[in-house]
């Protein structure tokens, strides 16, 4: 049973730069997509990037350009990398896990979830 944990959140000042960490453990992170999602305060969770098995990526039209999505199978890892941060971009950021991205690209598609990895952009 594949599981999932986030790390690299933190408190970072506008204009930095992040890169949070999804470790799969239990299973091989290669044979799934594997999507980023953020929780900011009092909004509904919404979906960043997705990164199919074959290397594949697919975002929102709405995600900036400052984000983008890697995986590292050797290490049974998945990053997803913030440049640029704005105080917007403050919430709970989540790695999920599925078979492939879907076709819309939706929080309510992936069945297994990390607990989340909270990111400040904040003075």
């Known amino acids: 049973q594949l599981q999932l944990v986030e790390s690299g959140g933190d408190l970072v000042q506008p204009g930095g730069s992040l890169r949070l960490t999804c470790a799969g453990s239990?299973?091989?992170?290669?044979?799934?997509?594997v999507g980023w999602f953020r929780q900011a305060p009092r909004k509904e969770r919404e979906a960043l990037l997705c990164?199919?098995?074959?290397?594949?990526?697919y975002n929102r039209d709405s995600i900036p350009g400052r984000f983008t999505i890697d995986r590292d199978n050797a290490k049974n890892l998945v990053y997803l990398q913030m440049n640029s941060l704005k105080p917007e971009d403050t919430g709970v950021y989540y790695c999920?896990?599925?078979?492939?991205?879907?076709?819309?690209?939706?929080?309510?598609?992936?069945?297994?979830w990390g607990q989340g990895t909270l990111v400040t952009v904040s003075l």
């Open positions: 990164i199919g098995r074959d290397g594949s990526e």
């Open positions: 999920a896990a599925d078979s492939d991205c879907g076709d819309t690209l939706s929080y309510t598609y992936f069945k297994i």
């Open positions: 239990g299973s091989l992170l290669k044979h799934y997509a």
